[in-house]
């Protein structure tokens, strides 16, 4: 069966720094990598997928993530985060019929 | 808005108690996922069913069940209901049945709270 490690659950930092979250999975069949936001109250919404192709991906509000297939790792980064960033990120593999999802990553921007 | 519908949104029963949760998928999903989510198991992934048929379980209590209609909707269905069941259950639905390129879609969830 699949599964997905995040490491740092909770991550304060001020706008304008940089953001890296770390997500390393373990599965032995074709790799589709997903990370997904969950603002406060709100449902999970796609950020950025990795199915194929370029291991370097870009999603929705300037977020991009690194597919590094020797480290089993599918990086989440963000130059520059906003207030409106404050959110609770996913990282999830698919396999066997299902997404598997890490913990996740409470991100909480300062302004 | 995903085009997952889940109602009701919010739940509030008694220990013991049975609920059903519905969730309609996008127009021409045929696949329907369940999740649970909770402070402490994160997201748990209960049951999938593609076209009406089960296709994959995971950690899905004998207390509950699901089941897709031939429209396509799909319930969970909880049963002696306990307080550790409260939590966000969230319906999910994609185009295929699974294999690469496969991404679903999450409804907004239903908050269940067993008191």
């Known amino acids: 069966a699949q599964s997905v490690s995040q490491h740092n659950h909770h991550v304060i930092l001020s706008e304008a720094a940089s953001l890296e979250l770390g997500c390393n999975y373990s599965y032995g069949g074709t790799v589709n990598l997903f990370w997904y936001v969950q603002y406060p109250g709100q449902h999970l919404q796609l950020l950025l997928k990795y199915f194929s192709g370029d291991p370097l991906v870009k999603g929705i509000k300037g977020f991009e993530a690194e597919f590094i297939k020797s480290k089993f790792s599918f990086n989440l980064r963000k130059p520059s985060v906003q207030w409106s960033d404050t959110a609770e990120y996913f990282c999830?593999?698919?396999?066997?019929?299902?997404?598997?999802f890490g913990k996740g990553n409470q991100v909480v921007v300062i302004p | 808005d995903s085009g997952v519908t889940q109602t009701p949104k919010h739940l509030i029963t008694a220990t013991g108690q049975r609920v059903t949760l519905r969730c309609s998928p996008r127009s021409g999903d045929l696949s329907v996922y369940w999740y649970q989510q909770s402070l402490d198991q994160g997201l748990q992934f209960l049951i999938q069913y593609y076209n009406g048929e089960e296709r994959a379980k995971g950690n899905i209590l004998e207390r509950f069940s699901a089941q897709q209609f031939p429209d396509l909707h799909s319930e969970l269905n909880l049963s002696s209901l306990e307080l550790g069941d409260s939590a966000l259950y969230f319906c999910?639905?994609?185009?295929?049945?699974?294999?690469?390129?496969?991404?679903?879609?999450f409804g907004q969830g239903t908050r269940l709270t067993v008191v």
């Open positions: 999910a639905s994609s185009a295929s049945g699974g294999g690469s390129g496969t991404e679903a879609f």
């Open positions: 999830a593999v698919y396999g066997n019929n299902r997404l598997a």
